[in-house]
């Protein structure tokens, strides 16, 4: 019985190993395709944090800015994520979520020193 467990166990391991692995880096962005976006420093990103409905939602993430106004009820104030909306969220997407907005949301800028 304790072979099952560890076995389960070593095998739940694997798998996420072979998660962050193939899953974290697969969307790879051509830097040249977005060079010639808006710039946006970290000041002016938290104006777009959801707080004003007449502004867009936007989170950087790896150095782009991406409009997540669609998904407004998780990143609008009251939302499950409105505390990463506005920011440089590179940091707290690294392990989960980062894959849904890179797949999901548009690129509308890059985000400047």
Do not use: C, W
């Given at each position: 019985?304790?072979?099952?467990?560890?076995?389960?166990?070593?095998?739940?391991?694997?798998?996420?190993?072979?998660?962050?692995?193939?899953?974290?880096?697969?969307?790879?962005?051509?830097?040249?395709?977005?060079?010639?976006?808006?710039?946006?420093?970290?000041?002016?990103?938290?104006?777009y944090d959801g707080t004003r409905p007449e502004l867009p939602?936007?989170?950087?993430?790896?150095?782009?800015?991406?409009?997540?106004?669609?998904?407004?009820?998780?990143?609008?104030?009251?939302?499950?994520?409105?505390?990463?909306?506005?920011?440089?969220?590179?940091?707290?997407?690294?392990?989960?979520?980062?894959?849904?907005?890179?797949?999901?949301?548009?690129?509308?800028?890059?985000?400047?020193?």
């Open positions: 019985m304790k072979k099952y467990i560890f076995g389960g166990i070593i095998l739940v391991f694997i798998l996420v190993l072979a998660y962050l692995y193939f899953f974290q880096f697969h969307k790879k962005i051509d830097n040249n395709i977005y060079k010639d976006l808006p710039v946006y420093t970290l000041e002016q990103l938290k104006s939602i936007y989170i950087g993430l790896d150095g782009y800015v991406y409009d997540v106004t669609l998904g407004k009820s998780f990143y609008a104030p009251g939302g499950t994520y409105h505390n990463i909306a506005g920011t440089d969220a590179t940091k707290e997407l690294q392990i989960f979520g980062g894959d849904i907005i890179r797949t999901k949301y548009k690129i509308i800028g890059n985000i400047g020193k």
